[in-house]
């Protein structure tokens, strides 16, 4: 199944879909992970996009496009993929149209003072970028991650007025999607109004979402 998950920053996008990968057996493809990766690595490529990251502005199309499309023609695709943090422009779903056929859009409706408490408070593993957050998803040794390890650090755009910046940018680039995914009759809204709902609960209610997709299809 060839899945996208819609939705604000900070809605949970990546925190559900790591947990998804492993009940489904599908790969998780985070762009925003690809973009650190290449920061990490200093390519000349990783360069010009941390100047677009840091602020929280969009990387341009063409090199996102052309970044996933290389991550989408590995073999590990071939039976589906959550994609997570892409499409995010209008654009770039159509030329995901010409890549891949997706069967789902989950989009998640996270209301604003969730996602910027949620933002504020999260941190990420340096080694694995596993997610935490301090309010909710708290590491068991302060400042390390559980699953390897690795240090815990604040993303870059984590900042308060990065965060706003990050939100006005999504209301307008990216939640035309919604119309664009609605019409072609794709999507499936899932809500989380409380800050303090378990990932384990939203993965549920994501995963019953999936069945039913499954059931209409066969
Ligand atoms: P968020 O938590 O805001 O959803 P991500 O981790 O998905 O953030 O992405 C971090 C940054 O990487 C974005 O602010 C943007 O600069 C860049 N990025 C990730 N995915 C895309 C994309 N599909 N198009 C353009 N830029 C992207
Ligand atoms: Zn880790």
């Known amino acids: 199944m060839?899945?996208?998950?819609l939705g604000p920053p900070g809605a949970g996008k990546g925190t559900y879909a790591s947990r998804l990968t492993k009940i489904l057996g599908i790969p998780h493809i985070?762009?925003?992970?690809?973009?650190?990766?290449?920061?990490?690595?200093?390519?000349?490529?990783?360069?010009?996009?941390?100047?677009?990251s840091d602020k929280g502005?969009?990387?341009?199309?063409?090199?996102?496009?052309?970044?996933?499309e290389e991550r989408l023609k590995k073999p590990d695709c071939k039976e589906g993929?959550?994609?997570?943090?892409f499409p995010r422009t209008i654009n770039q779903a159509e030329a995901l149209e010409?890549?891949?056929?997706?069967?789902?859009?989950?989009?998640?409706?996270?209301?604003?003072?969730?996602?910027?408490?949620?933002l504020s408070?999260?941190?990420i593993c340096s080694k694995c970028g596993a997610i935490y957050n301090l309010l909710t998803l708290k590491?068991?040794?302060?400042?390390?991650?559980?699953?390897?390890?690795?240090?815990?650090?604040?993303?870059e755009?984590?900042?308060?007025?990065?965060?706003?910046?990050?939100?006005?940018?999504?209301?307008?680039q990216t939640e035309p999607l919604i119309d664009y995914y609605t019409k072609k009759g794709l999507l499936r809204n899932v809500r989380c109004d409380d800050l303090m709902i378990p990932p384990e609960v939203m993965v549920e209610k994501i995963i019953e979402v999936i069945r039913e997709t499954v059931e209409e299809v066969s």
Do not use: H, W
């Open 2 to 5: 060839r899945i996208v998950i």
């Open 30 to 52: 985070s762009t925003g992970d690809m973009v650190r990766e290449e920061i990490k690595k200093q390519t000349d490529l990783g360069k010009k996009i941390k100047e677009y």
């Open 57 to 68: 502005v969009l990387v341009p199309d063409d090199i996102i496009i052309k970044l996933l």
């Open 81 to 85: 993929f959550i994609l997570d943090g």
């Open 98 to 118: 010409k890549i891949a056929k997706i069967d789902l859009v989950i989009n998640l409706k996270v209301p604003d003072d969730i996602i910027i408490t949620r």
């Open 121 to 123: 408070n999260r941190l």
């Open 139 to 155: 590491p068991k040794k302060e400042g390390v991650c559980d699953k390897c390890g690795g240090k815990l650090y604040r993303r």
């Open 157 to 172: 755009d984590d900042r308060p007025e990065v965060i706003r910046e990050r939100l006005n940018i999504y209301r307008k």
